[in-house]
């Protein structure tokens, strides 16, 4: 036992050892370090084992690949075979710079983020928070972590539109070499990993981007990486990806030097390895996930098949929604309430303002005939959803106006159906129309 002062912890080196490799953070690790003598001087003793824990502990089982991406050498080498082997997955315990840390800690966060929306939308809708096995953990991440090395190496905003136009087949030929090579250094088992996480961003951007106009246009987007799919998923748009990029896909050009940027090198590497290739139409779930838990669920309200693409509260953010278009009946061409809908709902282009904006809508006290019985927790399919909705929009907006101090006026006979309200100003401003018709039909 190592003999110490009475501001000593009164433990043994190897304890405060083991104490410090659960970290979660670095900035806990520099903290605990900062705090105690003991600590300072068993950290000086065993930085590198001390360090690595740690980062594992930030990373997962996935640090090799983790460590790869921020050691990549910049610029980096031209040949193809160089450009594959360079700078080899690292098992081995290092210290890390301050920069690293930062790298690796910012990198993490990217692949987490990613990983609960791969969860949620292939393996349980129930859950915003992965609940992937660590097996499938560990796929899912070696093989994130690798595609942000090839975004690295290849990126979207690499060459200007005067460059691109500069590029001829030549230099086109030998940058497609070198993804192939890229590529083709892992094993199969864990390239077909990488190819369904491909996919799966592939559909992110499909998804918020509510289709892509053309492959090369798709090919452009994956060039953004597993941080783009994450800054589109939450954006529910792609405006927060790299100017340079974008531009890219408001241009006329026909951008060669994109196309098949995923899916050239994988046929070039089946056809070398005489393998079949995969399936367009498989899951992204495929070689990554052991099992997805609810595919046959069927929707609460009308029993309809849907599996992961129903509708919960974890995922309620998926619904593609046009505020105004969910007033009822004839109150989407009333002027007078479109506006207040409008400004009343927020801004519902971010996936958590709209979660929170639905959440609201199963939250009122006042339901409407037929719907007493739908519940938060229940799945539903989009048009039913989609139904429930509709049918509540014009009560949660005549709550809203009520809490802010608005007083109705009368009642319109003809309610939400009435045609009047839709071109005459004045009898819009007269009457309320957010109410049931008691003339007419309801």
Request: charged content about 25%.
């Amino acid at each position: 036992m190592t003999m110490r002062g009475l501001s000593a912890l009164p433990l043994d080196d190897d304890l405060l050892d083991r104490v410090m490799t659960f970290c979660p953070t670095f900035g806990t690790l520099g903290a605990m370090v900062l705090a105690s003598k003991g600590f300072h001087r068993v950290f000086q003793t065993h930085p590198k084992s001390i360090m690595r824990a740690v980062a594992y502990n930030i990373v997962g089982p996935a640090l090799p690949q983790a460590l790869r991406l921020i050691r990549y050498p910049h610029p980096p080498p031209e040949d193809p075979i160089d450009m594959a082997t360079t700078c080899p997955e690292d098992h081995e315990p290092s210290v890390m710079t301050d920069d690293e840390k930062k790298l690796l800690q910012e990198n993490a966060e990217v692949v987490q983020k990613l990983e609960n929306i791969y969860s949620l939308t292939t393996k349980d809708r129930t859950s915003k928070t992965s609940l992937l096995t660590s097996e499938e953990s560990w796929r899912f991440r070696r093989a994130s972590y690798r595609i942000m090395l090839y975004c690295k190496l290849f990126p979207g905003n690499i060459y200007s539109f005067d460059e691109l136009e500069d590029l001829d087949d030549v230099q086109i030929a030998k940058i497609r070499r070198q993804r192939t090579a890229v590529l083709n250094e892992y094993p199969t088992d864990e390239l077909l990993e990488i190819f369904s996480v491909v996919k799966f961003i592939g559909g992110i951007f499909v998804e918020v981007n509510g289709g892509i106009d053309s492959s090369d246009d798709l090919d452009v987007l994956l060039s953004a990486g597993p941080a783009g799919a994450v800054s589109c998923w939450e954006d529910r748009d792609a405006s927060g990806l790299d100017e340079d990029l974008l531009n890219l896909l408001d241009g006329d050009e026909n951008n060669n030097l994109f196309t098949g940027y995923f899916s050239l090198p994988f046929q070039n590497i089946w056809a070398t390895r005489n393998i079949k290739p995969p399936k367009e139409d498989e899951p992204a779930s495929k070689y990554v996930l052991d099992q997805v838990n609810g595919a046959n669920d069927t929707c609460s309200h009308c029993a309809t098949p849907g599996g992961l693409a129903l509708l919960t509260q974890a995922n309620w953010d998926r619904q593609q929604i046009f505020s105004t278009q969910l007033l009822k009946a004839k109150l989407k061409s009333n002027q007078t309430l479109t506006f207040p809908f409008a400004q009343a709902a927020g801004n519902l282009s971010d996936a958590e303002s709209l979660g929170c904006f639905i959440a609201g809508f199963f939250a009122m006290s006042r339901r409407a005939p037929g719907f007493e019985d739908w519940e938060v927790g229940q799945s539903y399919c989009q048009p039913c959803l989609t139904k429930y909705l509709e049918e509540h929009a014009w009560i949660w907006l005549l709550e809203e106006r009520v809490k802010t101090g608005w007083v109705p006026p009368e009642d319109c006979w003809y309610g939400y159906n009435c045609n009047t309200q839709t071109h005459k100003l004045a009898h819009a401003q007269q009457k309320n129309h957010l109410c049931v018709p008691t003339r007419g039909s309801v």
